[in-house]
């Protein structure tokens, strides 16, 4: 999609004066800065805010919204940029708020296995920081990307299949809304049914109903056991088979992921590996020790019935995160194939019974196209990537990326699946919301209107108001 | 909360004879039927319909309602009858929709672990339904609830510490919107960054949004060895020490339900059994047969410094049933405890670390008062239930029971728990929502008006406006 429908919305001298006047220089109009919080990883042009402002605090940001929203001028909130829709883009200009001042840890419930953190605490800045409690969360989209970004996005990552995703791990958000009001969208207890679930209305609404300034999560114990693998297959439906398999088994596993040998070739020169180049899946078990072994007999024994090699294990700390910080470079490393280009990453997901089907069907349309793609993807919930390497100043590479593209979503809405498993829609993915969710988008449009009447908040996302 | 507020809307002639035309004799205004779905369980004023429509389809949900949106007449959506807080009482007349007709399980996709059904299957039709799958639904609230009715009022029950509730459990929902048009959530990947969430707004919803005419859920593979047993302890607090060790060792219990001695007495009586009359624990363990094995040295060794006496195994699925159908009995075997009596069911949820704290403050409330009462709970999620056995004809037990019970839901609110952890709000308890939702209530009233600008879609529950 596009973005041109946008007219960018004049900026009043008067906003910027009151934002000045209470930010001083965490106020920045610098065309380099605000160049910066406009763009994101993905190839979707880029729009610049008028301004960036700093926050530091709940409060701030209530400010700044509230400012904004006196001056009808749009407000984004920005995290570490690292989103892959163009959900940062200032379609119609505004002010860009970034979190990245506001990354405390306040609060770990070590009892309750919970943590309260500031919007732009990132993933393994939480995880560092709960090192000596023996617990962790687990939610790991490859980049390490801010808390209150991977809420806004509903973003998951290699651990979903085991754990959820944020949908499942955020237990209340702290909110800005539109008017510069804050809520608090739930309690502590691990359970409610006191009135409309406003925690998951506020976990992938990508900063479209208001602003996440605090998010309580869920931790784990970090488990007695863990043991990784890696195992290559013949082909790329001997790889799927097993994972679903495995899921319909209903083994445990904490990670099932798979790479195509175009991504494997891509992590092995990246990242200085020696992979055998083949489709391949990564496997983390988590457990005690005794449940661990379980675990891998199972999958070991659908692995070998499908031609599986020998599983390659990574057992010490050290050799687990080489192999997974392998696997979260993937995009980086499809990159790297071609230098200069940028990346078009897809996001299909279906049902697991439809998953071997809809790879085969995919695989077959990139065999008769000439862009170069890696595949990865967290099969076990049936979510995966291609990662299309293309040259953004190429029309006829971003048209034939787009046809690829939208013949995958296609596949996947015909299949059951969505157009986006955890990327979100940001602008690049709104034309599908039609076909997805037919008439329930006007439901979500109702709510947009409600909730943003002045339709300030990322305007442009999610859903045209 | 009483409902004196409202004053009934008064029911058009035209339209009882358009849903005539419409659904024959499956209209009813006779007085019985409509006193009948009027009322709940609960001990709350009921508030008979002026009709009962006994749909058959969600195109004939989608007429009833857009008939009744035409005549701005209440609609409200009945399962079983089985809510606990007032859920189903037409406060301001109007149209009930009996679901209990649509009741076919429309598709079970067994390599998926779903199923869809039409609102109106019980949890028990389901799970016999599956029998032959090897798989079952889990989520247990005490009645045999339709879907439809759980889905709404966010239902768990005994597996939703290992298993989750409905809000972690429903894929996707058909909904009659309330101007009658018909919207489906989401598509059946297991998961989705695709815009607002839709599913998990209408999950609890509580029919103020709409009305739900099918769900589908996710099922989980029947595990290969269960286990149940039975461990009585000196005190509560011992015993609730041994749930919060458990909880917080990370021992995935399926179940670990609390009982004080007073609900055993009654279980006792009721289902004619013989357990110590003394605080109890009750577990159940799934896994592979090592790791059942496992979960339980670990739980008997944490028990048994607490001093609870020996596990007391119920291993034949028959007497695993024969343990868990008293426990799902334990409402009912309350109420027999007082011949005539009402209940009134408190239903707070705090946080692992407070549970304790907060049923010893909740005993020492308790032996200063006349009011009989059992306590059971779902203690691995932090949720416990105080059953007051009260007679309704009795203004003064009705006003030590509220008493009771606003000091209870303090105490858990203070604790950062909810007045709710599953029963829902309904009529009975809208008076503690400004409490612990405070701002963020008013973001409520913005979607209930948004989605139902009229006010006739249950009228007077969750949030007046």
């Known amino acids: 999609m596009t973005a041109t429908a946008f007219e960018r919305v004049p900026f009043n001298p008067n906003l910027l004066a009151s934002l000045r006047r209470r930010l001083g220089d965490r106020l ?19 729009h610049a805010p008028d301004a960036v402002a700093f926050a530091q605090t709940t409060e701030e940001v209530a400010e700044i919204v509230a400012l904004c929203a006196e001056y009808q001028t749009p407000v984004i909130a920005f995290g570490t940029g690292t989103s892959l829709e163009g959900h940062v883009a200032a379609l119609k200009g505004g002010v860009c708020i970034d979190l990245s001042q506001m990354n405390k840890v306040l609060r770990v419930n070590a ?29 790991d989209p490859g980049a390490d990307a801010s808390i209150g970004g991977m809420a806004a996005t509903r973003a998951s990552g290699t651990n979903a299949v085991r754990y959820g995703t944020m949908r499942e791990n955020v237990l209340a958000l702290t909110i800005v809304l539109p008017d510069g009001k804050v809520i608090r969208t739930a309690q502590r207890a691990r ?62 596993v904490a990670r099932i992921e798979l790479l195509d040998e175009a991504q494997i070739d891509a992590i092995n020169k990246y990242s200085k590996l020696d992979h055998k180049v083949a489709p391949t899946l990564f496997f983390e078990f988590h457990g005690t020790e005794a449940g661990v072994a379980e675990q891998t007999d199972i999958v070991k024994a659908i ?20 192999l997974w910080q392998a696997r979260h470079d993937a995009y980086y490393a499809a990159l790297a194939l071609r230098p200069g280009s940028k990346g078009w990453p897809t996001d299909v997901c279906v049902p697991i019974s439809r998953l071997a089907e809809c790879i085969a069907a995919t695989k077959d349309d990139l065999a008769q196209s000439t862009i170069p793609s890696a595949l990865a993807g967290h099969v076990g919930d049936g979510n995966f990537h291609l990662i299309f390497m293309i040259d953004p100043e190429k029309p006829e590479e971003i048209a034939e990326a787009s046809r690829l593209n939208d013949r995958m979503v296609a596949r996947a809405l015909a299949m059951e699946g969505t157009c986006t498993g955890e990327h979100g829609i940001g602008y690049g993915k709104m034309d599908f919301m039609v076909t997805e969710h037919g008439p329930a988008l006007e439901v979500m449009r109702s709510i947009k209107q409600a909730l943003d009447p002045k339709g300030i908040m990322n305007p442009g996302k999610i859903v045209q108001v």
């Open 191 to 252: 359970k409610s049914a006191a009135g409309y679930d406003l925690t998951r209305l506020f976990v992938g609404s990508e900063g479209t109903l208001g602003i996440i300034t605090e998010v309580t999560v869920r931790l784990y114990g970090i488990p007695e056991a863990i043991s990784a693998a890696v195992c290559a297959f013949p082909t790329i439906g001997d790889a799927v088979d097993t994972v679903i398999l495995t899921i319909q088994n209903g083994v445990p």
């Open 111 to 139: 009892e309750d296995l919970d943590a309260t953190v500031e919007a732009g605490v990132t993933r393994k800045q939480l995880n560092e920081y709960l090192r000596d409690t023996g617990l962790f969360f687990p939610i």
């Open 28 to 46: 920045s109009t610098s065309a380099a800065v605000c160049a910066q919080h406009g763009k994101d990883e993905s190839y979707h042009a880029p």
């Open 303 to 322: 692995a070998a019935e499908h031609g599986g090699d020998d599983f390659r294990w990574a057992t010490t700390p050290e050799a687990r995160s080489k």
